[in-house]
Each structure stands twice: as C-alpha cells, then as structure tokens.
C-alpha cells in the first residue's frame, strides 16, 4: 500500500522549481498520492540565524547555485532564466496554494508559477501577475486572490511553515512520507520509491 | 579527449566518504583521470562566518545528515557508522594524500582513512591510527608521518585549500573539470560526464 508524499517547497527557490515540474508525472506513474504543502522559507531561515536567501548570504554558493540550476534544467529539458530579481516575493502564491491544496488546479498553478518566475523571469510577487497565471488556467482570479487574503488562510500558510520546521525541515524542497525526511531536488526519486513501498 | 576529473575532498566529511569510495572505478571506466586534491574545509568554513561544522551549526541539517547518510551509504552498498567524534581531525591524513597524490596507493590510503572513520568509528586524527593505516597498506608509515610534517607538505596542503577557494569550492566534496565546478557527491556523474566529453 502506498504512503502519500508530501511536497514541501517555497516558490522563490529555484530547486523547487526543479521538483514542481516533474512531482506530479512522477507521482503518477508510481501510483503515489501527491500531497502540496507550500512554506514560506523566511521563517525558517530566520530560526536558522539567516536574514536572508543562503545563496546570497554565501556568495560562492550563489555563484554556484546559477551555474547549477542552468545545468540541471538543461538535462531536466527545462527552459531556465535566472531571475532579474532573487529572492522573489512567494506570498501570494503561496497562499492561494494553501487555501487549495486539494484542488485539482492546484499543481497546474503551482507550476505555472514557478515557470513564470524561473523561466520567463516575471514577477510574481505581484498580484497582477498572479491574476493573470489564474486567468490563463479558467481560473476566477479576482476571488482566488481576496480569499487569499483571509485571516483563516494567513493563518494556514504560517501554521503549515511551523509545521514543516517541527518536523525538522530547514530547506526546499523536501518531502515527507510518513515522518521520514528527505531535502532536496535531487533526493525525489528516494522519496517515491519510499512512497511506493512504505510499511 | 577527455579532460582529467579533479576530486577535492575533506577527510571529515561525510558526503566525501560517499564519493571517495566510487570515484575510482567510474573514473576508470570513463576513462578519466583522477586527480586528488584533499583540502582543509575549516578554512572555507571560517570564510563563511561558520567557526564549526554546519551540520553543528545548523542543528536541523545535522540531524537529517545522519539520516540520510545512512540511507546513501546502505544505497551503494557501504558500511556506515555515525561517527562517536564529529568532525574528526583530518590534518595527518590530508597531508599525507597532499605529499603523495600522484602515487598509485593515494587512492587506497584515502578509502581506508574514510572507511576508519565512517564505517569503522576509528580516531583518525591519531596518527597510530593513521600509521596503522599506512603499514596495512605496506607502506612506510614511519617515514610517511614524518614526510608530513615538514613545511613544504604543511604548505602544500594550506595553498591547495586557498586554490579550492580561489577557484569559489564552498563545501566538499567538490569536482571540477577545467574551470567547471560541481558541488556533492549527487553531482559526480555530471562532473564524470563532463570530464568525458570536454572541449
């Protein structure tokens, strides 16, 4: 019987956007049930003693990071731009994400997202450019973006963060499969095959 | 004509075991040439504002180091122990490889220190260890603890870790292929492949 697996992932992280593209297909072809859990990486950053994106804070890292996301999208067979401006705001999104998790859009937009920000260069910080990613899916944009601006959502979103940092997650993307832990675009394939054959 | 792979690893860490204990044959079958630079991470540490390890400093990333170190390592095949001292002092060790990189046992003597430490919980920053080591091998462990020592070898070892930062190394293991960096042992067929099919 197959466990879900649960995608932890920030929309301002580039190896997260790595993951987001092939989570779903992935999932399917396993037979494993796909489980979105956006967080806000700030927060749990700042617990780490960071004010700021890792790859800024460290620049050879930064450095690195580009030359390694422009290589690992290329063998993935994804178009990449690195961002005009890094970090970019994940708020929005990641909200209207929270509030519809279940929804069976919920990964068509998350994508979309992620495409936008990470290989059209947008910003998707602002909610016009969030309105139009929904508007493109059939989505009605104008109450997707209000009720993202709820307290009960708001809510969601800042719980979720802390649920993700009390079962030990420090970066993203990371995913979970009961309560085992595994960080980083790279550790998707260990992560299903757990999935798979869990308990 | 493939371009020589050059392998940049601490003897402390952890990831560095995993491609310690590949490199070797995949090099071969690649037909590749290895190159062995240990280095120093503590000083490439200490750029970065970190005094200690980060698995030390960052206490949620220790805790999943372990985890995920015993995942990999049972993955390829290899023994692992979680350490009872962490990180282990590298100094002897990476000094000797530094002094005799070039001959054919480097590569013997670099397993068996990362074997010691990671599969066997051995102190290998006593030198009986090390000299343990060494004779097991049937080399001079006398003569090569003393070759160690001397200034050439200590500064060898010192301007090869600022030649790893110079060239923008933030971790280990690390690889690169002309100017080409990678970063972790998830990376090394794409340094091999790399290497492969260079210029």
């Known amino acids: 019987m197959a466990e879900p697996l649960a ?47 890792p790859f800024k804070l460290y620049p050879a890292k930064g450095v690195y990071l580009w030359q390694d996301m422009a290589r690992e999208a290329a063998a993935a067979g994804l178009a990449f731009q690195k961002p005009s401006s890094f970090p970019r705001g994940s708020l929005l999104a990641a909200r209207i994400v929270t509030a519809n998790a279940h929804e069976p859009w919920a990964m068509d937009f998350t994508r979309a997202v992620f495409r936008a920000n990470f290989a059209e260069d947008r910003a998707v910080e ?38 993700a940092q009390a079962r030990g997650l420090f970066g993203a993307p990371s995913f979970t499969v009961g309560d085992t832990l595994f960080w980083g675009n790279d550790r998707l394939e260990r992560a299903l095959e757990c999935a798979k054959t869990f308990g």
Request: hydrophobic letters at 50%; aromatic letters at 10%; proline letters at 6%.
């Open 7 to 53: 995608f932890w992932f920030e929309f301002a992280s580039p190896y997260s956007y790595l993951s987001a593209m092939r989570i779903q297909t992935m999932a399917r072809e396993a037979g494993v049930a796909l489980v979105l859990r956006p967080i806000l990486l700030g927060p749990i950053f700042a617990a780490q003693g960071w004010n700021d994106s």
């Open 126 to 163: 602002r909610p016009e450019v969030i309105a139009e990613l929904l508007n493109t899916l059939g989505l009605e944009a104008q109450a997707l973006v209000q009720q993202a601006a709820e307290p009960a959502v708001k809510d969601a979103l800042r719980a979720q963060t802390e649920a």
